[in-house]
């Protein structure tokens, strides 16, 4: 069955550093999203994207953060200047079809963010 | 405004005794999804299941059921049976289906089943 993938697992890093976080959603998937857990929290909505453009965006994804698809397969979240309040989990998470429709959101496995 | 509320925030039952996970949600959407998902300490995401807001019947998969009530605005979730393996913190969640599809998640009940 096709999953979403995340790299790495787990990321540690200093405070200030710029970090990528990779994710591959399922191939015929055209809606990708951002998600972050910080640890013993609920899990919150950062972004959405489609069409090569960001669809919405929460209050948490401010400027130190931007998403991309690089090479139409491979669907990143880059935080420029790491803050210790970046720590959480980052799920990525893909839909097939259109909003307001029915279609799944499937989330990828996550990646824990350790900033030091 | 959508919100999604569990109450209890943890949960502790001796195995084979029944457990019923709370959810009460708000939205202004006549069309709108609700949602359960696991995450067991590993922390990765398990989809349960997902209910659109014209399908009010009660669903069972094998030990999980689900009763959703649109008149209390309530989706609660009931474990029977339990097992030590369904130890996990649980997550209900909202998608308003007519203004955007991002999950609002509750803020998760953590649930313990001692052996």
């Known amino acids: 069955e096709p999953e979403v993938t995340q790299t790495p697992s787990h990321q540690v890093t200093q405070m200030g550093q710029e970090v990528i976080l990779r994710c591959v959603p399922i191939s015929n998937h055209l809606y990708f999203y951002w998600y972050r857990q910080i640890l013993g929290q609920k899990v919150e909505f950062l972004v959405s994207f489609y069409n090569n453009e960001i669809s919405e965006k929460s209050e948490i994804f401010d400027d130190q953060f931007s998403v991309e698809r690089p090479d139409g397969s491979n669907f990143t979240l880059k935080i420029r200047s790491t803050k210790l309040e970046d720590s959480a989990m980052y799920f990525c998470?893909?839909?097939?079809?259109?909003?307001?429709?029915?279609?799944?959101?499937?989330f990828g496995p996550g990646t824990r963010l350790t900033v030091t | 405004a959508q919100k999604v509320t569990q109450a209890q925030t943890e949960i502790s039952v001796v195995e084979k005794e029944d457990v019923t996970l709370d959810c009460v949600y708000e939205?202004?959407?006549?069309?709108?999804?609700l949602f359960w998902y696991k995450q067991p300490p590993s922390g990765e995401l398990v989809f349960l299941i997902r209910?659109?807001?014209?399908?009010?019947q009660n669903e069972i998969s094998g030990r999980y059921s689900w009763n959703f009530q649109k008149s209390t605005s309530s989706f609660n979730f009931t474990i029977t049976a339990s097992q030590v393996v369904d130890s996990a913190v649980y997550f209900c969640a909202l998608s308003e289906a007519e203004r955007d599809d991002k999950i609002i998640f509750g803020k998760g009940t953590r649930l313990h089943i001692l052996p």
């Open positions: 209910r659109n807001s014209f399908d009010e």
């Open positions: 998470a893909s839909k097939e079809g259109v909003p307001q429709s029915s279609y799944e959101q499937y």
């Open positions: 939205t202004r959407d006549t069309t709108y999804y």
